[in-house]
C-alpha cells in the first residue's frame, strides 16, 4: 500500500518518486533505505538511482529493461521495493554526538550571525546546540553532510562572495540547514564553528542519512586536544 509518495514516469527513460508532505527525517529515511534496496537488487536496465530531498529518481534504458512495456516493468518493481520499505523502516536511527567549537578564533562568521538576528554569541550558541538535528544528504558537492533542522532564530543567507580556504570541519549554516565541509575548500555558507577533521572523517564513514545528530559545544582547548587524539571521544550513543 501507498504510504506518503507518489511514483510517475517523466520521460521514456526516467520514473521517481516523489515523497509527499515537508521534507523530514522520515522522508530521508525511506528514500536512503530504498535506493539501498534497489541497488543490492538491481534490475537490468538500470542506469542510474538519485536520492535527493523528496525525490528518487531511476533512470533506465528502455532497451535493455526490454519486454513489451520497459516503463511498466520499471515502475512495478520500484513499487515492490517501497511497499518492502514502508514496512522495514522502524525508529532504529543511530544517535551521534558531534563536538563543536564555537570559538570566534575558528568561527569567523559567529559574531554576525549574532548581529544579524539581534542575539548574543551565548544564545546562537545555546539554540544551535539545543535544536534536535538529522543527517539529511550525504554526497552534495564535496560529500558533505546536510544536517536538517535549524532554528528559524538563527536563520541566514549565504554570501554574496565565498569563504576562500575553508577548513576540514568547517561549520555553516544557510537558512534552514546545517553544513560541514569535509575538505578544504570555498563556500558561501556563513561558518559559525568547526568540528575537529578526524572525528569528522569517523562520522563521514559512520553516518547513515536519517541519523539524529546532536551538536556538543566544546572550548578552543579541548578542540585542539581531540585533533591529535580523536578516539577520546565517544560519538556514538
Known amino acids: 500500500m501507498n504510504t506518503g509518495y507518489t511514483i510517475y514516469s517523466i520521460f ?6 516523489m515523497f509527499e508532505g515537508d521534507f523530514s ?3 530521508v529515511r525511506k528514500m536512503y533505505h530504498a535506493a539501498r534496496k534497489m541497488n543490492e537488487r538491481m534490475l537490468p536496465g538500470i542506469s542510474e538511482i538519485v536520492p535527493s530531498f523528496t525525490t528518487l529518481t531511476v533512470y533506465y534504458d528502455p532497451e535493455k529493461v526490454g519486454g513489451k512495456n520497459p516503463e511498466e516493468t520499471v515502475q512495478n518493481w520500484i513499487q515492490n521495493i517501497m511497499e518492502e520499505t514502508d514496512a522495514a523502516v522502524k525508529d532504529e536511527a543511530r544517535r551521534i554526538q558531534l563536538p563543536i567549537c564555537y570559538d570566534p578564533e575558528i568561527a569567523p562568521d559567529l559574531m554576525k550571525v549574532a548581529k544579524q538576528n539581534r542575539l548574543s554569541v551565548d544564545e546562537i550558541i545555546q539554540i544551535h546546540t539545543n535544536e534536535q538535528y538529522f543527517i539529511s544528504f550525504i554526497g552534495f558537492s564535496l560529500h558533505i553532510p546536510f544536517i536538517g533542522g535549524n532554528n528559524h532564530r538563527i536563520a541566514v543567507e549565504k554570501k554574496l562572495t565565498q569563504n576562500i580556504h575553508l577548513p576540514v570541519g568547517s561549520v555553516g549554516i544557510s537558512e534552514s540547514k546545517t553544513g560541514i565541509y569535509p575538505v578544504k575548500t570555498t563556500g558561501e555558507w556563513q561558518i559559525i564553528g568547526r568540528t575537529p577533521q578526524n572525528i569528522f572523517e569517523k562520522i563521514v564513514s559512520f553516518g547513515q542519512p536519517g541519523d539524529e545528530v546532536r551538536f556538543i559545544p566544546i572550548p578552543l582547548d579541548t578542540f585542539a586536544e581531540l585533533c591529535h587524539h580523536p578516539d577520546d571521544w ?4
Request: charged share 40%; net charge negative.
Open 12 to 17: 521514456d527513460d526516467s520514473v521517481i518518486v
Open 234 to 237: 565517544e560519538f556514538a550513543v
Open 25 to 27: 527525517r522520515e522522508t
